[in-house]
């Protein structure tokens, strides 16, 4: 069985990471949440606070080998706080490097910028990061889903459906070729 890892804290759009996960869960995989801190991590919903979600450990103790796939849910404070914590920076860059699935939404490929995996693919992301994400040396475009190499982006909570197939499909591709 597939193990996927979700790197998460504080205020991660509550659906950008609940209806990925269901999904996954959904095809048979195993989820993991890591996070900056043990305990709890509450989304943001709409408005205003969301869920809480358990942590099961944090971003120190995980071993990138032990995972087939990463999941980045967006939100704005979410990959904000993310991409301030070289840990969690390096835990993307891990993955990608790799070439394993790393499946970023919303706020959330501007962890990929940090992580200095952009250059030359062709991504999306929220409006509001495109300029970063060009900075960053990536191909940005306006579609529900984007799929370069082993890095699949999406914008928003629209795209979930698209997103969440999108990295399926790259875990069973992987598993089929492993």
Not at 81 to 87: K, T
Not at 99 to 115: D, F, N, R, S, T
Not at 137 to 160: F, M, W, Y
């Amino acid at each position: 069985m597939a193990r996927i890892l979700i790197l998460a804290t504080d205020g991660f759009e509550q659906s950008e990471l609940m209806g990925p996960r269901k999904a996954l869960d959904e095809a048979g995989f195993e989820t993991v949440l890591a996070s900056l801190e043990e305990g709890e991590i509450t989304g943001w919903d709409n408005k205003d606070w969301g869920d809480s979600v358990r942590v099961d450990l944090t971003v120190d103790e995980v071993a990138s080998g032990d995972y087939q796939a990463l999941l980045l849910p967006g939100g704005q404070m979410n990959p904000d706080i993310l991409r301030m914590n070289e840990r969690a920076v390096t835990i993307v860059r891990e993955f990608a490097e790799a070439g394993k699935p790393v499946a970023a939404i919303c706020h959330a490929p501007w962890l990929l910028a940090e992580a200095g995996v952009l250059s030359g693919k062709t991504v999306t992301g929220w409006p509001s990061i495109r300029t970063d994400l060009r900075n960053a040396g990536a191909h940005v475009v306006d579609q529900e889903v984007a799929v370069d190499g082993n890095l699949i982006t999406s914008r928003k909570p629209d795209d979930i459906p698209a997103f969440s197939d999108a990295l399926i499909t790259a875990v069973q591709e992987m598993a089929e070729t492993a």
